[in-house]
Structures are given as structure tokens and as C-alpha cells.
């Protein structure tokens, strides 16, 4: 429920702060008083657009929080709410500032949200039911979803779904298929040229990195077999290299371990030392024998390297992009040459969902018509007793072309006068009856909705005394269930209230100023009594309105 609303320069509001009752919360107050004020301003800290034009001073922040108290364990557990509420406190506090520049600060549980994230969660808290809200029941598309809230479909709609993405999916590759027929021929010349010259090397880096280094021996043979030719000079065999130097450091070494026996183990590394000597001019001679210069051999290297910057430079810039151009180039080839058969495969499939498909919206359908008899007695018991005596409602399911909700169009439609034939509710409906018809509809959805929060603003239209007995009747039933909070300017609906608040326009310090206060008893019905008899209550209203508090709450 929403236990409480601050709102500070807002519309005509400086500073309130209302309280609100589980069950029925009425507001009332004369026209221009501002009750519509209070809904605005809830509906701006769920998400609406705000302006400039919205500030009671310019020149200030508009301030709006809401607290809710979350009891709905649907509500608690769903992934929208988790990371706000605790285990211990279901309390949901939303805070939004908007500041004179355009710019606004929005938190949740102390949490910084988006626009985006407060709307869905709002979406979620509060169900708005304002005049225009009305316009929901000509929408056709509506229809479908407020008869679908009725049905447990187990796992069909999912299924029906999951089927249905992947029937989307391949009509959209057959359409691919025939736009491209028209360029194939085309097409399949560029990719061809384009694979074959990607084909021209492996497209891997460590082949590249191999043929690098080919390339920089091949271009440096010279120097190579210079460097090579002077370390050999250094350690050959005559007496001014390596080799004859070691030999003759034999000589004092072994005159060294006879004098003193401890250095033994430096014979050792002189032996060592003589050895790796021998190994290096080995692999020298060696590798003086592997170079050499082929001038074939180089101009093959070169321009396969000069393939492969030319390939990075196309379809790069590393060889992993060009491997992956290759790819979805060589698919595609594949798809264009393969045209036909690839067309007749892809409609086979797409029958074969189409089957599926329909199998599974045969059993949504029949579910659906199901609901629409259940639902048919349930409207037509309701808007009998808010005084449409005659009415007849009827919701037809009718067969369409395959959808994503199925193979049905859910049309509402009504009779509300004897000898009348049923009509589309869009062709029919008056704004009072729009009304009366949203009320039975939210009775009959009660069990199912999980919004735990409804609002009606002046859902009275075009209703008279009697009716608006029932009416409140109603919308006590309704307010059981979840909390209701109503704009009213009946005081027979307002008799019905758990708690009754009172929206006043006053002049401070010079400029018109919006305020709310809650109603005692006896406020209650001195309100009431002015709602029936004007802005001076009489004795005979006075007594009218105890007795209809009494009968409301009888």
C-alpha cells in the first residue's frame, strides 16, 4: 500500500504531507481546490514527465516522495524489488527531486535509478484510472491482455512463444533470401574475389610471425654471414683464436691443482669452458653452411608477406578480423550458391512451425473462449447492479492471422440499452459507462492483478445519486482486495470511505495555496452535508449525511 506522500512545490502545493489507510481512501473538495494536484504529483514521483510549468516556484526544487509498504509477497520476490527491499522491512521509499535546470535526482531505498527503471517499477505499484485512462477500453490490443489476466495458461504461452520467435526468425531469412536473388549474381562475383584472396595464405599469426622472420634472415644474408664469419675468426684453432688459448690454459691449470688441491673444481669449468667452445664454433659452422642467398627464394618470401600486410590493410587490421571477414563471407557464399535449396529448406521448416504453432493456439484459443464466457456473467452481473439494466457483454474471440499472442483478436463488445444490438465497445461506450465498465472489469480482475494500489480520478462521471451508492459498494468490495484511493464529487461514494481527506484552496500571503487534512467524524459530515446542499450545510443535510454514513457502514 502507499502509506504516505510528501509533495513540496508542486502545482498549487508549498508543503503536504498525507497519510494514507489500507482499503478506501476518498478525496474530495470543491472544483479548482486541486485534488487532481495530489494524483499529478503521484504520478510524476512514478515516472511522469515533469516541467518548469510544474513548479509552484521557479525559482526552487519540487521535492516528491512515496512510501509504500510492500505486503505482496508476488510484489517482494520478484527480481523488479529485490535489490531495494530487505527480509526484515518491507517498506519502498521513492524520492524524486526536480530542479529549476531541467535536471532530477531520483532514489530508491537511498538507491540512484533511471527514469527508465522508475516507470517500470511503478508500472508494477500504482494502477491510474483517470478520464483519460478510460481510453484503454477502446483499444482492441487491451482487450486480449485484460482476458488474458484471467487465464492460467500453464506453459503454453511460453512455448507458443519460443516457437513463434523462431517462426519470426526464419521468415525473416526467407525474406533475406528473396531480396537477395535479385543481386546474387553479382554478390557472388565480389565474394568469390574476396575469398580467393584470402585463401591465399593461412590467416593465422604465427604463421605470419614465422614468415617475418624469413623475411628479415633472407634481406640481412649478408650481414648474417659477415657476423658469422667474424665470430669464427675469434675462436678458430690458430693461435690468436679461442680455441688454442683454452689449450694452452691447460698447462698453468694443472700446475695450479698439484700446488694447491682445492682448486680442483676450476679444472672443471675450464674443461666445461673448453667443450662450450668447441659446441659454439660447431653450431657456427653449421648455420655458416645454411646461408645463402636464392634470389627466387627471397622474391617468394617477400610478396607472400606483402599478401599478408595487403589482407590486414583490407579486411583487418589484424588477421583475427581478416579470419572472421572470411568466415561471413565464405557463409554467404555458400547461402548465394546455394539459393534454392536453401529457399525450399527454409519454407519446409516454416510450415512445419506454422503446425506447431497452430496446434498450440488452438489450445490458447479454447482457454480464451473459455474465459471470455466466465468473464461475459461476471460483467453483466456487475454493470446490472451499477445500473445498466439491460446489459448485455460479450467478449469474442475470433480468429486472425498468426500473432505473438496466439491466432485470436479479443474484441469487446456491449449492449447497454434492451433491443440493442452488441457494438464494439469503441462505438458504444459513454464516459460514464467507460467508467462503470473499468469498475466491473477491476472486479473481475481482483483476484489476479497483483498491483497493489488502484487510483481513481473522478471515475463518478455521469453517475447520479442512486448509482452512486452502488458504486461506492463497489469500490469498497474492490478496496478489500487492494488499496483504493478515489477523487470523488458524490457523497454517496464518499460515505464508503475508510478514510476521507480534504483537499482546500487557500490564499497565503497573497498567492492561491493547495493543503490536505484528513476528516474526523464529525468533519466527515459537515463535508458531506456540504457536498449535498453547497458550501452551507443545512440540518436536513447534516442529518442526510449521518444517515448515509450510517447505511455505508451498516
Do not use: W
Amino acid at each position: 500500500m502507499l502509506s504516505q506522500l510528501s509533495i513540496q512545490n508542486f502545482g498549487l502545493i508549498d508543503q503536504v504531507t498525507v497519510e494514507f489507510h489500507e482499503h478506501l481512501n476518498v478525496l474530495t473538495g470543491e472544483t479548482g481546490a486541486g485534488k487532481s494536484i495530489i494524483i499529478d504529483a503521484l504520478r510524476a514521483a512514478l515516472g511522469d514527465r515533469m516541467s518548469n510549468a510544474q513548479l509552484r516556484d521557479p525559482q526552487k526544487s519540487c521535492h516528491i516522495e512515496a512510501n509504500f509498504n510492500l505486503t505482496n509477497q508476488e510484489l517482494k520476490n520478484s527480481a523488479l524489488f529485490k535489490d531495494f527491499l530487505s527480509e526484515e522491512d518491507p517498506a519502498l521509499i521513492i524520492q524524486r527531486t526536480y530542479q529549476p535546470d531541467g535536471r532530477h535526482k531520483i532514489k530508491i531505498n537511498g538507491f540512484s535509478v533511471t527514469l527508465g527503471q522508475l516507470k517500470e517499477i511503478g508500472n508494477h505499484l500504482i494502477d491510474f484510472h483517470g478520464p483519460h485512462d478510460h481510453q484503454m477500453l477502446l483499444s482492441q490490443a487491451a482487450h486480449m491482455e485484460i482476458l488474458d489476466r484471467l487465464i492460467d495458461f500453464g506453459s503454453l504461452v511460453t512455448d507458443y512463444q519460443a516457437l513463434y520467435a523462431q517462426y519470426i526468425q526464419l521468415q525473416k531469412k526467407s525474406a533475406e533470401l528473396q531480396a537477395l536473388s535479385h543481386s546474387r549474381e553479382r554478390e557472388l562475383d565480389l565474394l568469390s574475389h574476396q575469398i580467393k584472396e584470402l585463401e591465399q595464405v593461412p590467416l593465422n599469426d604465427q604463421h605470419c610471425e614465422e614468415l617475418l622472420q624469413q623475411q628479415t634472415r633472407v634481406n640481412n644474408t649478408e650481414r648474417l654471414a659477415g657476423c658469422v664469419a667474424q665470430l669464427m675468426d675469434l675462436l678458430k684453432e690458430d693461435g690468436n683464436g679461442t680455441t688454442e688459448k683454452i689449450r694452452q690454459a691447460f698447462s698453468p691449470m694443472s700446475t695450479l691443482n698439484h700446488i694447491d688441491g682445492q682448486t680442483a673444481p676450476l679444472m672443471e669449468y675450464l674443461t666445461q669452458l673448453q667443450e662450450t667452445n668447441g659446441q659454439l664454433l660447431a653450431a657456427l659452422n653449421d648455420y655458416s653452411d645454411q646461408i645463402s642467398f636464392e634470389p627466387q627464394e627471397a622474391q617468394a618470401i617477400n610478396e607472400r608477406v606483402d599478401i599478408f600486410e595487403d589482407i590486414k590493410r583490407k579486411y583487418g587490421p589484424t588477421l583475427a578480423r581478416a579470419k572472421k571477414f572470411y568466415d561471413t563471407a565464405k557463409e554467404r557464399f555458400d547461402l548465394l550458391s546455394n539459393l534454392e535449396h536453401n529457399d525450399a529448406q527454409l519454407r519446409s521448416e516454416i510450415q512445419n512451425l506454422e503446425k506447431k504453432l497452430k496446434q498450440i493456439a488452438a489450445k490458447i484459443s479454447g482457454k480464451r473462449k473459455n474465459a471470455a464466457q466466465a468473464l461475459q456473467k461476471i460483467i453483466e452481473k456487475e454493470l446490472s447492479e451499477l445500473g445498466i439494466a439491460h446489459v448485455k457483454f460479450e467478449g469474442r474471440v475470433e480468429p486472425s492471422d498468426i500473432h505473438d499472442h496466439g491466432q485470436d483478436r479479443v474484441t469487446f463488445y456491449l449492449s447497454p440499452n434492451l433491443g440493442v444490438e452488441l457494438k464494439p465497445l469503441s462505438e458504444i461506450v459513454s464516459t460514464g459507462e467507460a467508467a462503470r465498465v473499468m469498475l466491473a472489469l477491476k472486479k473481475a480482475l481482483i483476484k489476479v492483478d497483483p498491483i497493489p494500489v488502484l487510483i481513481f480520478d473522478e471515475i463518478d462521471a455521469q453517475i447520479g445519486g442512486r448509482l452512486g451508492t452502488i458504486t461506492g459498494q463497489k469500490l469498497r468490495e474492490i478496496s478489500r482486495g487492494r488499496q483504493v484511493i478515489l477523487i470523488t464529487h458524490l457523497p454517496q461514494i464518499a460515505s464508503f470511505a475508510d478514510a476521507h481527506f480534504k483537499v482546500i484552496k487557500a490564499v497565503q500571503t497573497g498567492r492561491a495555496c493547495t493543503t490536505i487534512e484528513e476528516l474526523g467524524k464529525e468533519e466527515r459530515v459537515k463535508e458531506l452535508a456540504q457536498m449535498m446542499s453547497g458550501k452551507t450545510e443545512t440540518k436536513i443535510s447534516i442529518q442526510h449525511a449521518r444517515d448515509m454514513l450510517v447505511n455505508a457502514n451498516a
